[in-house]
């Protein structure tokens, strides 16, 4: 089933570290199909604030049985509390589970138009795509990570002070790192980029040299 020969890249990182845009920028060049798995649990972390009392696994089941990836482009998803409320629902290992078999046909599967995938978010190494042909650990420094998202929030017009969008980077840090299923950790075998002083050109530099060298081998 897995046998096809694909280009696979698996990135891990914590939040607003850049993973993202090194995907995207990975899924162009090599023409790869690239999923931000951390839309998945945002929009089940916005189906949680919505639904406070009917949210169920069964109901998680149902809305990522029929999730198109259209869905993953809502605006909505990108808010402050939908983050918090998606690192909530995302210690739960029925919904991680949910989220996994969704996840596994793009990682393996990606539609034929593409030579491969790529899928970023904070287990796609140690968990979903284990034997990617590329591993990335992105990360950047908590302060640097804030400024970031705190200029995206004023970019949508997204009001919210610097302060806590820091805090609100350090609740989910804790609770990705720390919780029982699927927690957020570097494995030795993957490759760290630190991009808190490199631009996004010169990440992606680093990024590019390492896979052509072994593409092209
Ligand atoms: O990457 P993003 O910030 O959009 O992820 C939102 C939240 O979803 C994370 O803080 C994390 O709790 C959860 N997540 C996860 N596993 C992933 C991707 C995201 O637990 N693979």
Redesign the pocket.
């Known amino acids: 089933m897995k046998k096809k020969k694909i280009i696979t890249v698996a990135i891990d990182s914590p939040?607003?570290a850049g993973?993202?845009t090194q995907a995207k920028l990975i899924s162009k060049k090599y023409n790869l199909f690239y999923l931000?798995?951390?839309?998945?649990?945002?929009y089940i972390?916005m189906l949680k604030l919505k639904n406070q009392k009917k949210f169920s696994h069964a109901l998680v089941k149902h809305k990522i049985n029929n999730l198109k990836l259209s869905n993953l482009k809502n605006k909505k998803l990108l808010s402050n509390d939908v983050?918090l409320s998606?690192?909530m629902i995302?210690k739960d290992k029925k919904i991680?589970d949910i989220v996994h078999s969704f996840q596994q046909k793009y990682a393996y599967k990606p539609p034929k138009k593409y030579n491969g995938s790529v899928l970023?978010?904070?287990?796609?190494i140690t968990v979903?795509l284990k034997d990617a042909m590329f591993k990335f650990f992105i990360t950047a420094s908590i302060n640097v990570r804030a400024k970031r998202r705190y200029k995206e929030f004023k970019s949508l017009n997204k009001k919210i002070a610097y302060n806590d969008v820091l805090k609100s980077l350090r609740i989910?840090d804790k609770?990705?790192k720390e919780r029982k299923y699927?927690p957020l950790k570097k494995t030795k075998d993957s490759i760290l980029i630190n991009t808190t002083k490199l631009s996004k050109k010169a990440c992606f530099e680093k990024i590019k040299a390492i896979m052509d060298k072994k593409l092209n081998n």
């Open positions: 939040a607003a993973a993202g931000d798995t951390g839309k998945i649990y945002r972390g983050a998606a690192a995302a991680r970023d978010g904070r287990d796609i979903q989910r609770s990705d699927g």
